[in-house]
Nanobody, 124 residues
Framework: QVQLVESGGGLVQAGGSLRLSCVASGRTFSRYAMGWVRQAPGKEREFVARISWSGGVTNYADSVKGRFTISRDNAKNTMYLQMNSLKPEDTAVYYC?????????????????WGQGTQVTVSS
């Protein structure tokens, strides 16, 4: 099995930045694609970003494109989400996710493994 642990969430003013991290443990020798999914109160989960195992293919939701950057360091079994120019509508619990396939389709639900989530709150 694979365990994912997110960190780096917090409270920030609109226009500010945060950097989320996700550390994987377990069968991390596998070539997992990874991504970020968020869920705001009263709303369904929303796809944010994904990255292939090699890091060569990335994809972002239109709502975050140009502001967020996803990256990974396979040697450290860690994935990152750099969030700049944050807006109040970015407020949500952010979940780290992984898939056993090296490349995945952008999705809010169809991942094999999930972290516990980290809260991001952006004040106006």
């Amino acid at each position: 099995q694979v365990q994912l642990v997110e960190s780096g969430g917090g409270l920030v003013q609109a226009g500010g930045s945060l950097r989320l991290s996700c550390v994987a443990s377990g069968r991390t020798f596998s070539r997992y694609a990874m991504g970020w999914v968020r869920q705001a109160p009263g709303k369904e989960r929303e796809f944010v970003a994904r990255i292939s195992w090699s890091g060569g293919v990335t994809n972002y939701a239109d709502s975050v494109k140009g502001r967020f950057t996803i990256s990974r360091d396979n040697a450290k079994n860690t994935m990152y989400l750099q969030m700049n120019s944050l807006k109040p509508e970015d407020t949500a619990v952010y979940y780290c996710a992984a898939d056993r396939a090296p490349i995945t389709t952008a999705t809010a639900t169809q991942w094999d493994y999930w972290g516990q989530g980290t809260q991001v709150t952006v004040s106006s």
